[in-house]
């Protein structure tokens, strides 16, 4: 539980952060994907669901286990990987909401993070040809607030993962989508500006209006 | 010598000072437990012990009564009432004797008055009162009716009877008015007409056919509202209530709003704090005001760690280690690494490989995920701000939350939040103008 107050003096005004990705990727049984022997009858899909750093290193420096809450019909369906890496692959039919705890080592003195993430094994589009890899992958940042100072040093230690400039087959995500993405909500937000600046005059407007009516 | 000597010799006579003589208190006692209905007797017998009742005998019938007040005399006696011609003689009883109201007026004869109508003849007929509806016998016959009945109208309309015409109640009256108005401007033509007569011949004038039948219209409507009405029209000015209310508060939000949208921009320039000099006092005086606050200030970095903004860093350093020195006599370890990690100058990029971010403002403490920091909404607001997202062609949560799209993100919506606030003014301004006009236009 919650370490004594030695471990717990924090390190003001900063925030450090790490980005993580989590979901899931699966696969029909095919020729090259097997099905595993003893699974049930009706499963139709091998899937992992995991954790992991961006650019594949490892996160153990910081996470100390990671806790997979799989549907009940499963066997033990609470898995608790406590060591990298942070996955869990199963075979199934359906898709469900898959609970992720991610704990954090005992020098961060923090609570366990939640995260839900939808299984995916169906492709969005039905049509056509079934692809041999679903995935369902996203990106998110882990983010200490005035770390301790013990967390602290262990984070200013280890590098985290930058993003790599462009996407390629591995990386989904990259600092290309980043602008991209930022560009878009620029634009947007010029856009929306724009509405409020002209709703402004509006009003104002019609406040005159209103006066010169009423007096 | 007691007082009560002093008062003989003074030759005073005290009966409340008596009493309080020890030689008359004693008797008191034993004598007003006699007056109880027991006799002494059985009293003794119970000894001190006294019934935890009062037993005293009440009267069954209620006192007789008492009165010192002398019965006032009646008489019988005759009196003539006034307003009758015929001088008949009654008798009735009257309180006093009966030479007291030897002289009296009969005190109900002055409600016996007479409506002073104008007198109509032929002659002022033809004069100034001539008219093809109303013949001068119809116009007698109305007039002898009010005086027979004093104007009241309900009983005229009643008792009209005149070669079969047929004449509605207000008909009557504004004959009647106008009629009565003509002579009484004609009688007073030539000489002066006092205040009095003046208001009347007015208030004649004033008379309005169509707005006393107009009037009645609306008194009948009102009177034949079935429950239903009456009680949709007690909602209806319930809900008028409210709308006044609503008015009145948005106009003050309409205010406030206006002016936050009008709020004069910072004037400041930054310049003065674009050399360290100039930065380092900044901290300082931001340090100062944080310490006025009273709160417990433990921030060890400096804002101006960013290397780019620093050229002369032995300032900062110092002031970092000062900072931190009280705590690094507990804990050395782990302090060194942060100070020596502080007072690294690091670059950009390095910051970012790291994901450090300095802080001006406070945060709180604890791990989170960066897409959980985005801002919400009450739940109605924030179904508008989707369908706003929606058109804008962008997702309601980012799809690569990264510090930097989060901060983005988060801008964005609050913009698009204050955009739905003015339009939804601006909505209402636009209805109530509306409203004005076509109020105006009835």
């Known amino acids: ?215 | 010598m007691s007082s009560s000597d002093i008062l003989d010799v003074l030759n005073i006579q005290s009966s409340h000072v008596q009493k309080k003589r020890p030689g008359d208190a004693k008797p008191a006692g034993p004598k007003k437990k006699k007056q109880g209905t027991m006799n002494r007797e059985l009293y003794n017998l119970i000894g001190q012990n006294a019934p935890p009742i009062a037993m005293e005998k009440t009267s069954k019938f209620k006192s007789r009564l008492n009165s010192s007040v002398k019965t006032t005399p009646w008489s019988y006696t005759s009196f003539v009432n006034e307003a009758r011609q015929d001088g008949l003689e009654l008798h009735h009883w009257i309180k006093g004797s009966s030479d007291l109201a030897k002289d009296k007026e009969y005190p109900f004869a002055k409600f016996n008055s007479k409506i002073n109508i104008p007198e109509l003849t032929e002659d002022n007929y033809k004069e100034s009162l001539g008219s093809e509806d109303w013949s001068f016998e119809e116009t007698k016959h109305l007039f002898e009716l009010a005086n027979d009945f004093d104007i009241n109208w309900f009983v005229i309309y009643d008792r009209y009877d005149f070669d079969g015409a047929e004449r509605s109640l207000e008909d009557l009256k504004e004959r009647f008015y106008d009629a009565c108005e003509k002579l009484l401007t004609k009688k007073y033509e030539s000489s002066y007409t006092d205040e009095k007569t003046q208001t009347l011949i007015d208030n004649l004038k004033s008379f309005d056919k169509s707005k006393e039948l107009e009037r009645k219209e609306y008194l009948s409507r009102l009177l034949q509202r079935n429950p239903t009405e009456i009680a949709e029209e007690q909602s209806l000015v319930i809900e008028a209530r409210k709308f006044e209310l609503s008015a009145k508060k948005m106009l003050q939000e309409r205010a406030g709003l206006l002016q936050l949208l009008d709020s004069a921009q910072s004037t400041g320039s930054v310049s003065q704090y674009l050399t360290s000099q100039g930065l380092t006092q900044l901290y300082n005086n931001l340090m100062l005001a944080d310490k006025g606050k009273k709160r417990k200030v433990e921030v060890p970095v400096p804002p101006q760690i960013d290397s780019s903004l620093i050229r002369g860093s032995d300032k900062h350093k110092k002031i970092t280690a000062a900072s931190i020195a009280p705590e690094s006599a507990k804990k050395p370890e782990p302090l060194t690494h942060a100070s020596e990690m502080l007072a690294k100058r690091l670059s950009a990029e390095e910051r970012e490989i790291y994901g450090l971010t300095i802080h001006q403002d406070k945060i709180s403490a604890g791990v989170n995920l960066r897409s959980n920091k985005i801002s919400s909404y009450k739940p109605a607001v924030q179904a508008k701000i989707a369908s706003t997202l929606n058109e804008l062609g962008i997702s309601t949560k980012p799809t690569i939350p990264t510090g930097k799209v989060c901060e983005k993100f988060d801008e964005l919506l609050h913009a698009i939040s204050i955009l739905l606030e003015t339009k939804r003014q601006t909505d209402k301004l636009e209805t109530e103008i509306r409203l004005i006009q076509s109020q105006r236009e009835d």
């Open chain 1, 1 to 215: 539980m919650a370490p004594p107050t030695t471990n717990s003096k924090r390190v003001k005004g900063i925030s450090i952060s790490r980005p993580i990705l989590y979901g899931n990727v699966a696969s029909p049984f095919s020729e090259k994907v097997e099905k595993p022997a003893g699974s049930p009858v009706d499963h139709t899909h091998l899937w992992t669901v995991f954790v992991r750093d961006p650019n594949g290193k490892d996160l153990s420096y910081f996470i100390k286990k990671v806790v997979f809450k799989l549907h009940d019909t499963y066997d033990s369906p609470t898995r608790s990987i406590e060591s990298p890496p942070f996955e869990v692959t199963e075979t199934g039919w359906g898709e469900f909401e898959i609970g992720i705890k991610i704990y954090f080592v005992s020098e961060s003195s923090e609570k366990n993070l939640s995260l839900f993430h939808h299984l995916k094994l169906h492709p969005f589009n039905r049509e056509g040809e079934p692809p041999a890899v679903v995935e369902s992958v996203l990106y998110e940042e882990v983010v200490f607030n005035e770390p301790t100072e013990k967390m602290f040093g262990i984070l200013t230690s280890t590098p985290g993962s930058l993003l790599p400039f462009k996407n390629d087959a591995e990386h989904k995500f990259s600092k290309e989508m980043e602008m991209q993405e930022l560009d878009r909500l620029k634009h947007a937000l010029s856009e929306v500006m724009k509405q409020v600046n002209e709703q402004r005059d509006r009003l104002v407007e019609l406040e005159k209006e209103k006066k010169e009516l009423t007096s």
